[in-house]
């Protein structure tokens, strides 16, 4: 059974991932039929950065899956057997 705390963590990391895909879809999907003069461009980046920076955490992602890959790999590995 989870504790308090951990209900707690995973809520903070379902509402930070609601907020993260709403601002995102806002972004890509409702931006740009937006006019370029209008109040709420202010809160954006600039369009480039919605391809740049999914990329960026994709190459971190498999970076990290990589190199944890890696760290199981080595720990598990058997030694050779000398005859």
């Excluded at 999907?29 to 369009?47: A, G, K, M, Q």
């Amino acid at each position: 059974m989870a504790t308090r705390v951990d209900q707690a963590v995973g809520m903070s990391l379902v509402v930070f991932s609601l907020l993260l895909f709403t601002y995102y879809s806002v972004w890509v999907i409702v931006l740009p039929f937006v006019e370029s003069d209008h109040v709420l461009h202010i809160y954006f980046l600039p369009r480039e950065y919605s391809v740049i920076l999914p990329g960026i955490a994709a190459v971190i992602l498999l970076l990290c899956i990589g190199a944890f890959t890696a760290v199981i790999m080595w720990k598990h590995r058997k030694p050779k057997k000398v005859d």
